[in-house]
């Protein structure tokens, strides 16, 4: 297998991404609203599934996809839920697996801004865990224990909303992945409340510098291969351009 040809991550802001596996399915999580500051579309991105990690603005905006037949909504009691779901990928049919792990969106036990649903998923020989708006300080060791062994982590970094820069170095720390992709930061498409409210990733940077390689990505395609992931953690960079 080639690693240029492996299993695709885009970046479409905030905490959404596409990955498209070697099958050929497309699975979409977190979907962004327009209103975040992102010029995305609707209608705009096939989605053989849709995950969605809580039901906020800037996480559930299903309209992104072309449709929106197969959504797993967020997992709102404690515990935690196998996932298989069936779809349609190149023609044949295929089915995706994956963990739906209960957890908070605040560090007050979901007062102050409800619950969150992580999201693992197993493909490709990857196992890829999506933290959602994670807001715990730090995972519970069951939590830990359910979510595995992790190949590539998709984590926020900004503050505010979610852990914050450090934060997000202990989880990190936690869950020992060799990928990882910072997400939920501030950027210049924000709109500008939120632009105000959530830190840069170069926050997250500087507490994991001496901890991780820092590496830039095309947001659009960065590809991923299990039998080449590196030795080090690596975090990548991913810069979000306009889609026409």
Same mark, same amino acid.
């Given at each position: /297998?080639?690693?240029?040809?492996? %299993?695709?991550?885009?970046?479409?802001?905030? !905490?959404?991404?596409?990955?498209?596996?070697?099958? &050929?399915?497309?699975?979409?999580?977190?979907?962004?609203? *327009?209103?975040?500051?992102?010029?995305?579309?609707?209608? !705009?991105?096939?989605?053989?599934?849709?995950?969605?990690?809580?039901?906020?603005?800037?996480?559930?905006?299903?309209? /992104?996809?072309?449709?929106?037949?197969?959504?797993?909504?967020?997992?709102?009691?404690?515990? $935690?839920?196998?996932?298989?779901?069936?779809? %349609?990928?190149?023609?044949?049919?295929?089915?995706?697996?994956?963990?739906?792990?209960? !957890? $908070?969106?605040?560090?007050?036990?979901?007062?102050?801004? &409800?619950?969150? %649903?992580?999201?693992?998923?197993?493909?490709?020989?990857?196992?890829?865990?999506?933290?959602?708006?994670?807001?715990?300080?730090?995972?519970?060791?069951?939590?830990? !224990?359910?979510?595995?062994?992790?190949?590539?982590? /998709?984590?926020?970094?900004? &503050?505010? $909303?979610?852990?914050?820069?450090?934060?997000?170095?202990?989880?990190?720390?936690?869950?020992?992945?060799?990928?990882?992709?910072? +997400?939920?930061?501030?950027?210049? $498409?924000?709109? *500008?409340?939120?632009?105000?409210?959530?830190?840069?990733?170069?926050?997250?940077?500087?507490? +994991?510098?001496?901890?991780?390689?820092?590496?830039?990505?095309?947001?659009?395609?960065?590809?991923?291969?299990?039998?080449?992931?590196?030795?080090?953690?690596?975090?990548?960079?991913?810069?979000?351009?306009e889609r026409p």
């Amino acid at each position: /297998m080639s690693f240029l040809t492996g %299993t695709l991550v885009a970046w479409l802001g905030q !905490s959404c991404f596409v990955i498209t596996t070697l099958a &050929g399915a497309h699975l979409l999580i977190d979907p962004v609203n *327009p209103a975040v500051g992102y010029p995305v579309k609707a209608h !705009s991105v096939d989605a053989s599934v849709i995950f969605v990690s809580h039901n906020h603005f800037d996480h559930n905006w299903t309209d /992104m996809a072309v449709n929106a037949d197969n959504v797993v909504e967020p997992k709102t009691d404690p515990g $935690y839920q196998d996932v298989r779901l069936s779809y %349609t990928a190149a023609g044949k049919k295929q089915t995706v697996i994956a963990k739906r792990i209960f !957890s $908070y969106h605040d560090q007050n036990g979901g007062k102050d801004r &409800g619950t969150n %649903t992580i999201t693992v998923i197993d493909v490709d020989g990857l196992r890829i865990c999506h933290l959602g708006d994670l807001g715990q300080r730090e995972l519970t060791p069951k939590q830990v !224990s359910l979510i595995g062994n992790v190949d590539v982590l /998709m984590i926020p970094v900004g &503050g505010f $909303y979610t852990i914050d820069a450090k934060q997000a170095v202990a989880v990190t720390e936690q869950l020992h992945p060799k990928v990882i992709f910072p +997400m939920h930061f501030q950027t210049s $498409y924000l709109n *500008p409340d939120l632009k105000a409210k959530l830190h840069p990733v170069s926050e997250y940077l500087d507490a +994991m510098r001496g901890k991780a390689t820092v590496v830039s990505g095309d947001a659009d395609r960065y590809p991923l291969a299990h039998d080449r992931l590196p030795s080090k953690p690596v975090i990548v960079l991913l810069k979000w351009t306009e889609r026409p």
